[in-house]
């Protein structure tokens, strides 16, 4: 009686995922599904719209090869310092969001107003609009340029780490414009943890200190690889990334074979991601569980 009493349980909780996913599913198979699949295909010819239709001849890899091999000046030149740069960004965006989760968590006075001021940049930020603000060259950290601290940072570094550092601190505030998600998830992973919790580790003498590192921080483990795989998608979409200029030309065959590896590499630094944060994980958790 109790394993089929749990077996309807677990079956609820299943169906009450999937109508949640449901809307997302629906319009996935509905607008995405075919744009994928065709643009896959695409990759291996060659497409030119004509005023009679669309003229397709087939190309093989030519263009992987060509991307790959043949002329990799934007996949490496340009696409490797650009994810140095989304390496440095990545750990900033998601303390950061850590951090203003749980100051924005705590009791005071406006904490709605100042709830609301930290996500209102995900909804003024559209990609335009910080293109705009790094072409008049806003977001940068003003006593960067006061005191001249890039001209002290630069030759204590590597040239292949020195220039997307300052690239980094040159929209440093546009980088902290993209935290609200972040913010918004860490703030909910917060409200999941019971005060009792907190309340026992009072009684027993914790410190604020002590109560971070062993209550706060090991229950948000699972949003913050939330967040790093949300920070990171968000990343490699960019305004600044030089891929994608490339991907929205005319040559659809090239874009497309562009569009494709582009993904390829963005499953693999995710797939590494995930592997890593899984085994710090592992090694946090006590034996036996």
Known sequence: MSATRNMKSTTLRKLEGTLFIAPWLIGFLLFMVFPLCFSFYMSFHQVKVLATGIDVKYKGLEYYRLILFENPDLLYNQLIPFMRQALLMLPIIVV?????????????????FF??????PVIFTTGQVVQEFITQGEGNL???????LMSVITPYLPTVWASPITKVMDSFVLV????????????AGRQ??????????????????????????PAMIPFVLLNLIYTTVDLFTFPTNPILSQVNTTDYGKSSALAWIYFTIIFVFLGIIYFLFSRAFRRTQPAGR
């Open 96 to 112: 950061f969001s850590l951090l203003s989760a749980i100051m924005l968590n705590q009791k005071f006075w406006g904490r709605t």
């Open 115 to 120: 709830r609301a001021v930290f996500f209102l």
């Open 142 to 148: 003003n006593f960067l340029d006061r005191y001249n």
């Open 176 to 187: 902290l414009w993209y935290s609200g998600v972040q913010i918004l998830i860490f703030l």
């Open 192 to 217: 999941t943890i019971s005060p009792s919790v907190y309340e026992a580790a009072r009684i027993d003498g914790a410190n604020p200190w002590e109560t971070f590192w062993k209550i706060t921080l």
